[in-house]
């Protein structure tokens, strides 16, 4: 079932690397993990490798909420799946690929049965060739790369895809054909990732992308918005991390970018909606989620959950929801990883943002998408522009 990944979607060396590690590092051969002996009396152990820590703790914090919160609805408050108590550990990898697979291993020797998490699209990448050589389920969270769709028999995701939010900003446009494209970002692995991921989804449907990269260490943005502003551009994606956020945004309003082109970027945690400053509403937001966007019954019980416990629903509660939606249900049809992988392949069910299904093919998660703005006060807060059902977004199928 392993499957033939399109080019530029895992790169050879980048493979090799992660082989090479799995051959010389994995607890045990193939196959000789927990997982496969197990009885149907037997709890189900699963890891929650995240970050806890690090760069990403906020995503990671609203992940274990949702997982928490998933875990009670999914078992009815039981902890249980098929009879099976749910046993969860944590670990933190504080974003760190080298902990993540640190910790992998130490839970693979003690048998766990599942492992999930995976807050950077770095981790996912590196915990995926180490589960799937020991025969372990693997569900990545909040890491939006496109390499862990296909990755193999064990491997899954309860979050988007970079595709999926790709495809979300183009349907701000509509046809793709022959229109421009300008993917504003810094020059740093970041941007030149999001430069590719442009390319790979947008040039096939016939669109002229190209990239303005911006020096990672600028503070005056006015000669690349002015650049910006005179490529005239249908859609400008913009791709941006860091501090510096609000003085590029601002140059860009000042430069007159909004006037000529429509600006597309990916909509983030709360914490920075303030960063648009004055341009706020001028821009249109791709939205995985956010708080109120879908108006399911889910996501009211998620709501619910989190909030009573201390919490607030964010961008990635949603992630660690549906992977304890995931892991019940698999855990109940049956007790190796083979058994729980046939029980998720094809499964369809009501999640937080509508009807999900597990692609059998290749394993991505089909799901709604949104189109947001944003709406200025303080702070300022999200609208629901569009929904997008599940096959308006989905990837292309990963070849076997």
């Given at each position: 079932m392993h499957?033939k990944?399109?080019?530029?979607r895992?790169?050879?060396?980048l493979a090799?690397a992660a082989?090479?590690?799995i051959?010389t590092t994995?607890?045990?051969?193939?196959?000789s993990s927990?997982?496969?002996?197990?009885?149907a009396?037997?709890p189900?152990?699963?890891?929650l490798?995240?970050?806890?820590?690090g760069?990403l703790?906020?995503?990671g914090?609203?992940?274990?909420?949702g997982?928490?919160?998933?875990?009670d609805?999914?078992t009815?408050g039981?902890?249980?799946?098929?009879?099976r108590?749910?046993?969860?550990h944590q670990?933190?990898?504080?974003?760190?690929?080298?902990?993540?697979?640190?910790?992998?291993?130490?839970l693979?020797?003690?048998?766990y049965?599942?492992?999930?998490?995976?807050?950077?699209?770095?981790?996912?990448?590196?915990?995926?060739?180490?589960t799937?050589?020991?025969?372990?389920l693997?569900?990545?969270?909040?890491?939006?790369?496109?390499?862990?769709?296909?990755a193999?028999?064990y491997?899954?995701?309860?979050?988007?895809?970079?595709?999926?939010d790709?495809?979300t900003a183009?349907?701000f446009?509509?046809d793709?054909?022959g229109k421009?494209?300008?993917?504003?970002?810094?020059?740093?692995?970041?941007g030149?990732?999001?430069?590719?991921?442009v390319?790979?989804v947008?040039?096939p449907q016939?669109?002229?992308?190209a990239p303005l990269l911006v020096?990672?260490?600028?503070n005056?943005f006015?000669?690349?918005?002015?650049q910006?502003?005179?490529a005239?551009?249908?859609m400008?994606?913009v791709a941006?991390?860091g501090?510096?956020?609000?003085a590029?945004?601002?140059a860009l309003?000042q430069?007159g970018?909004?006037d000529s082109?429509?600006v597309?970027t990916?909509?983030?945690?709360a914490?920075?909606?303030?960063?648009?400053?004055?341009v706020?509403?001028?821009v249109?937001?791709?939205?995985?989620y956010?708080?109120?966007?879908a108006g399911?019954?889910?996501?009211?019980?998620?709501?619910e959950?989190v909030?009573?416990?201390?919490?607030?629903v964010g961008?990635f509660t949603v992630?660690?929801?549906?992977?304890?939606q995931?892991?019940v249900?698999a855990?109940?049809q049956g007790?190796?990883?083979?058994?729980?992988?046939k029980?998720?392949?094809?499964?369809s069910?009501?999640?937080?943002?509508?009807?999900?299904?597990?692609r059998a093919?290749?394993?991505?998660?089909?799901q709604?998408?949104f189109?947001?703005?944003?709406?200025?006060?303080t702070?300022?807060?999200a609208?629901?522009?569009?929904?997008l059902?599940?096959?308006?977004?989905?990837?292309?199928?990963v070849e076997?």
């Amino acid at each position: 079932m392993h499957r033939k990944r399109p080019a530029g979607r895992w790169p050879a060396a980048l493979a090799a690397a992660a082989a090479a590690l799995i051959l010389t590092t994995s607890c045990g051969s193939p196959g000789s993990s927990g997982s496969t002996g197990n009885k149907a009396s037997d709890p189900v152990k699963v890891g929650l490798v995240y970050s806890k820590s690090g760069p990403l703790a906020t995503y990671g914090k609203q992940y274990l909420e949702g997982f928490q919160a998933g875990l009670d609805y999914a078992t009815k408050g039981t902890g249980k799946a098929g009879g099976r108590t749910i046993e969860v550990h944590q670990a933190d990898d504080a974003g760190d690929p080298a902990k993540a697979v640190a910790a992998t291993k130490d839970l693979i020797g003690q048998g766990y049965d599942v492992i999930a998490g995976a807050t950077s699209s770095g981790v996912a990448t590196q915990v995926s060739p180490l589960t799937e050589q020991n025969k372990v389920l693997f569900l990545s969270g909040p890491a939006a790369t496109d390499a862990v769709t296909g990755a193999g028999p064990y491997t899954f995701r309860s979050g988007r895809q970079t595709t999926q939010d790709i495809n979300t900003a183009a349907a701000f446009v509509g046809d793709m054909k022959g229109k421009k494209v300008t993917v504003f970002a810094q020059d740093n692995a970041f941007g030149q990732a999001n430069v590719a991921g442009v390319k790979a989804v947008l040039e096939p449907q016939g669109a002229k992308v190209a990239p303005l990269l911006v020096p990672a260490a600028a503070n005056d943005f006015t000669p690349f918005a002015t650049q910006a502003e005179k490529a005239g551009a249908d859609m400008m994606f913009v791709a941006w991390a860091g501090t510096s956020a609000k003085a590029m945004w601002t140059a860009l309003g000042q430069q007159g970018v909004f006037d000529s082109t429509k600006v597309v970027t990916g909509l983030d945690i709360a914490a920075t909606w303030p960063s648009y400053g004055k341009v706020a509403q001028e821009v249109d937001f791709l939205a995985h989620y956010f708080a109120g966007a879908a108006g399911t019954e889910a996501e009211k019980a998620m709501t619910e959950r989190v909030t009573k416990a201390g919490g607030e629903v964010g961008l990635f509660t949603v992630d660690g929801f549906t992977a304890a939606q995931m892991i019940v249900h698999a855990a109940g049809q049956g007790a190796s990883a083979d058994e729980m992988a046939k029980a998720l392949e094809g499964w369809s069910f009501e999640g937080v943002k509508g009807k999900l299904t597990v692609r059998a093919e290749d394993h991505a998660l089909l799901q709604p998408m949104f189109q947001a703005r944003l709406k200025n006060g303080t702070p300022p807060t999200a609208e629901l522009v569009k929904k997008l059902d599940a096959d308006a977004v989905a990837p292309g199928v990963v070849e076997k």
